[in-house]
């Protein structure tokens, strides 16, 4: 079964532009959860969409956003960018937001690492 | 809220040695906690988790970690380290019910020397 896949793995944009990134869950997985990683503040959460619903939503600005499709597939999208949005962006995929604990697992693609100039 | 702490953010080791990554975690609900292991340019793999039943996890690459309930700790542990394990690990907590959030510590690297 193939794993979560993120597009593009490398990225480069300038100040004030805006970006676009992709996830592809792991066939049949229903939630999928996006969390930045930079040095100094580590892995924090973005926000997790369920059934093209976003059912939790971590600390960060409204310039970050996203939206999931009736196949599962995620895109998250960050406005205006500033020089602190650098930083390798994670899409974890499980089974199910809710229920059963030993579907909760959640599984990590490569990741999409964001350089902005 | 949820919160970890990974008591070691650098921990070198001879290889074949054992190794031991601390983790304490804080919580006013039951969670159920994991660790993940991330190799350069990569994202994220699992190495164990406990979510019930026997605090002893098994896990893959010959890693086990501890539940203590008490101590709010999830140790990681391996008997003997090779050179291949050289990666950061990051332990992470997430709430029984509800939200799927994963709360994770700051990481600790483990450096393994010939």
């Known amino acids: 079964k193939a794993g979560v896949t993120q597009t593009p793995r490398y990225l480069i944009k300038t100040r004030g532009q805006q970006v676009t990134l992709s996830c592809s869950p792991i066939s049949g997985h229903r939630s999928v959860s996006w969390y930045q990683q930079t040095p100094g503040q580590g892995l924090q959460f973005l926000f997790e969409?369920?059934?093209?619903?976003?059912?939790n939503k971590g600390n960060f600005p409204g310039r970050f956003s996203g939206r999931q499709f009736s196949n599962s597939r995620s895109e998250m999208n960050v406005s205006t960018l500033e020089l602190g949005d650098s930083a390798l962006y994670l899409c974890?995929?499980?089974?199910?937001?809710?229920?059963?604990?030993?579907?909760?697992?959640?599984?990590f693609g490569p990741g999409t690492r964001l350089l902005v100039l | 809220a949820q919160s970890v702490t990974q008591l070691d953010s650098q921990v070198p080791v001879f290889e074949e040695a054992p190794v031991e990554l601390r983790c304490n975690y804080s919580?006013?609900?039951?969670?159920?906690l994991f660790w993940y292991v991330q190799y350069p340019n990569q994202g994220l793999q699992l190495l164990l988790k406990y979510l019930s039943g026997s605090t002893l996890v098994k896990g893959i690459n010959g890693f086990e970690a501890e539940f203590n309930k008490s101590q709010t700790s999830f140790h990681l542990r391996k008997p003997s380290v090779h050179i291949s394990d050289t990666a950061e690990y990051f332990c992470a907590v997430t709430r029984i019910q509800g939200a799927q959030k994963l709360v994770f510590g700051q990481g600790t690297r483990l450096t393994i020397n010939p």
């Open positions: 919580s006013s609900v039951s969670v159920y």
């Open positions: 974890a995929s499980s089974l199910s937001s809710w229920g059963d604990a030993s579907i909760e697992t959640q599984y």
């Open positions: 969409y369920f059934s093209e619903t976003q059912r």
